[in-house]
């Protein structure tokens, strides 16, 4: 790693560090790389050409980066990236985490820039979930190399994250040296910080019944779907309670119109804030599918998986003042939300690091619509620059 020069550390008890606005290069930079990133198709999985791009960045700015091999575990071409830059001897280390991957594209990316915002030309994803946010740390690491850092950074680049945060769980917890971390995932007005999330549970339940003749022999059958549908007739969904959602995804089953359905499958899911009360909504959808199956004389093979678990930040947190007080330098009011959905944040902070899912302003994530305006990316860069300086401070 180049050893960059380093600003000398601040105190809580001195003047607050203002770093200085990204400059006319900087930004322009982060309009190109942000353009070129999306360009690069990157669905879970396959993230080897964009892993490639932003290590080869980050090597020109001087930043020594290693991939680790979480790919056998994941199933991804490339595994996880993690970057250091010193800082001053004695001053913490703080994490910043983006995701290289991608949900399924539709359609390939071709980025328009219109009207101060970027867009897809085709109908399909933009990608900006989560590239801008790589962008934006690719312009941080440049600087800090260049000109040093009040606390010294790990940049934190996973893949998966979009198949329930399976590259981020294969991070060794013990390769990082950060005291507390910032995730920039979430889809939302700049200014959010997301300081709770929901334990997510899978549920696959797999109906067995007996085929025949639907319309020469149906009382020889059972029909696994007739008791599936039982088992959903009897099952909540939507939002259950303010903090506890469930919804029936899949369902798939039967051969033919006239053969009585030997097979069906659904796949569920459960979150809550509330770990308690998405375990308690859980083995109630568990309890109906035996009931259901039962009722028609199936059998039904039930799995269960929490992919990841509720958590809370405290406002005192460190990591929750050090963004609240850099929006505030920056004119934003903080804003504490509650998300249901998840982020690398839940597997960081089950390993034991706490972590901040700042929102990053991108709008319509997973949608054909998606977009971003020049000025969020802009405004994420600078916020991010007064994130590192805040945290030298709290």
Same mark, same amino acid.
Do not use: W
């Given at each position: 790693?180049?050893? =960059? &020069?380093?600003?000398?550390?601040?105190?809580? =008890? *001195?003047?607050?560090?203002?770093?200085? &606005?990204?400059? =006319?290069?900087?930004?322009?930079?982060?309009?190109?790389?942000?353009?070129?990133?999306?360009?690069?198709?990157?669905?879970?999985?396959?993230?080897?050409?964009?892993?490639?791009?932003?290590?080869?960045?980050?090597?020109?700015?001087?930043?020594?980066?290693?991939?680790?091999?979480?790919?056998?575990?994941?199933?991804?071409?490339?595994?996880?990236?993690?970057?250091?830059?010193?800082?001053?001897?004695?001053?913490?280390?703080?994490?910043?985490?983006?995701?290289?991957?991608?949900?399924?594209?539709?359609?390939?990316?071709?980025?328009?820039?219109?009207?101060?915002?970027?867009?897809?030309?085709?109908?399909?994803?933009? *990608?900006?979930?989560?590239?801008?946010?790589?962008?934006?740390?690719?312009?941080?690491?440049?600087?800090?190399?260049?000109?040093?850092?009040?606390?010294?950074?790990?940049?934190?680049?996973?893949?998966?994250?979009?198949?329930?945060?399976?590259?981020?769980?294969?991070?060794?917890?013990?390769?990082?040296?950060?005291?507390?971390?910032?995730?920039?995932?979430?889809?939302?007005?700049?200014?959010?910080?997301?300081?709770?999330?929901?334990?997510?549970?899978?549920?696959?339940?797999?109906?067995?019944?007996?085929?025949?003749?639907?319309?020469? $022999?149906?009382?020889?059958?059972?029909?696994?779907?007739?008791?599936?549908?039982?088992?959903?007739?009897?099952?909540?969904?939507?939002?259950?309670?303010?903090?506890?959602?469930?919804?029936?995804?899949?369902?798939?089953?039967?051969?033919?119109?006239?053969?009585?359905?030997?097979?069906?499958?659904?796949?569920?899911?459960? $979150?809550?804030?509330?770990?308690?009360?998405?375990?308690?909504?859980?083995?109630?959808?568990?309890?109906?599918?035996?009931?259901?199956?039962?009722?028609?004389?199936?059998?039904?093979?039930?799995?269960?998986?929490?992919?990841?678990?509720?958590?809370?930040?405290?406002?005192?947190?460190?990591?929750?003042?050090?963004?609240?007080?850099?929006?505030?330098?920056?004119?934003?009011? &903080?804003?504490?939300?509650?998300?249901?959905? *998840?982020?690398?944040?839940?597997?960081?902070?089950?390993?034991?690091?706490?972590?901040?899912?700042?929102?990053?302003?991108?709008?319509?994530?997973?949608?054909?619509?998606?977009?971003?305006?020049?000025?969020?990316?802009?405004?994420?860069?600078?916020?991010?620059?007064?994130?590192?300086?805040?945290?030298?401070?709290?």
């Amino acid at each position: 790693m180049t050893q =960059a &020069p380093t600003a000398g550390p601040s105190t809580a =008890a *001195g003047p607050a560090l203002k770093p200085p &606005p990204a400059r =006319a290069e900087e930004r322009d930079r982060l309009a190109e790389d942000f353009v070129r990133l999306c360009e690069i198709e990157s669905p879970s999985g396959s993230e080897r050409e964009m892993a490639d791009a932003v290590s080869a960045e980050l090597r020109a700015a001087g930043i020594e980066v290693h991939e680790d091999e979480s790919g056998r575990a994941t199933g991804s071409q490339a595994g996880n990236l993690l970057a250091r830059l010193p800082g001053p001897e004695g001053a913490r280390t703080i994490l910043l985490c983006a995701h290289l991957d991608t949900v399924p594209l539709a359609a390939p990316v071709q980025v328009l820039r219109e009207a101060g915002a970027f867009r897809n030309a085709h109908e399909a994803i933009l *990608g900006a979930d989560n590239k801008a946010a790589v962008a934006v740390l690719l312009g941080v690491g440049r600087r800090l190399a260049a000109e040093g850092s009040p606390v010294g950074v790990e940049l934190l680049f996973t893949t998966c994250e979009e198949l329930a945060l399976r590259g981020v769980k294969e991070v060794d917890r013990t390769a990082l040296h950060a005291e507390f971390g910032f995730v920039f995932d979430h889809a939302s007005p700049i200014g959010e910080l997301i300081v709770a999330a929901p334990t997510y549970y899978r549920v696959e339940a797999r109906f067995h019944g007996a085929a025949a003749h639907a319309g020469i $022999r149906p009382e020889d059958g059972r029909s696994a779907i007739g008791a599936a549908v039982t088992a959903l007739a009897g099952l909540p969904t939507g939002r259950l309670d303010s903090e506890t959602t469930a919804n029936i995804g899949v369902i798939e089953g039967g051969s033919a119109a006239n053969v009585v359905a030997e097979h069906c499958r659904l796949e569920l899911e459960v $979150r809550s804030l509330d770990d308690e009360r998405a375990s308690s909504v859980v083995g109630e959808v568990v309890d109906r599918m035996a009931e259901a199956a039962s009722e028609a004389e199936c059998d039904v093979e039930t799995t269960v998986e929490q992919l990841f678990r509720a958590y809370r930040l405290a406002r005192s947190t460190p990591v929750v003042r050090a963004a609240a007080a850099a929006l505030e330098a920056g004119g934003i009011e &903080p804003i504490y939300v509650a998300t249901g959905g *998840g982020s690398d944040a839940s597997a960081l902070i089950a390993a034991g690091l706490p972590v901040l899912n700042v929102a990053n302003g991108t709008e319509r994530n997973h949608q054909p619509d998606e977009s971003v305006t020049v000025e969020a990316l802009e405004t994420v860069l600078d916020l991010t620059f007064a994130i590192i300086a805040r945290s030298a401070e709290v």
